[in-house]
């Protein structure tokens, strides 16, 4: 197993591998599940299952895209991940995008999701990386610095908004 190169105490930062998908579904699902109950159209939110997100995991970490890490806690699991990849846009103002960062609830303000910004994207001055964001939605209050979430009334048509972070 590859460790980070300065572990949070109690957390072991890592590459997922195989292994992995099945716990990361269920962590990942609940995330949603907390995260986004108040944002998710009803059907979205019913159609939420561990097994989905598993699946999907499974297939990320067989042909992964982007660089993927999990952050492992020495009680309680799989409590976190993060995916970074190659920008989804035409004109990035950065040559790294967050694609995905989830925190799970009970490990919120233990600094977690920057160590694995910091972990992925480097600490140093040359670094950065961004994440589209829409204009007019609430910020996330999942205490994760993830993009912000748009209200269940929101038309999805809004004009992307770019958040950049550099080293």
Known sequence: MQRSRADLAGYVVRPPVAF?????????????????????????????????????????????TGTNFLAEHATDGIVGFITVGPPRNAQPPAPRQ???????????????????MAEVLGDGPHTCGWLAAMIGRSPSTNGTDSPPTAPKSSPRTESPRRMVRHG
């Open 98 to 116: 967050l694609w995905a960062l989830n925190i799970a609830t009970e490990h919120h303000g233990t600094g977690l999701a920057k160590h694995l």
């Open 20 to 64: 992995d998908s099945v716990e990361l579904g269920r962590m990942h699902c609940t995330a949603w599940q907390q995260t986004y109950a108040d944002v998710m159209c009803p059907q979205a939110y019913v159609a939420l299952s561990p097994e989905r997100f598993a699946q999907t995991w499974s297939r990320t970490i067989s042909a992964p």
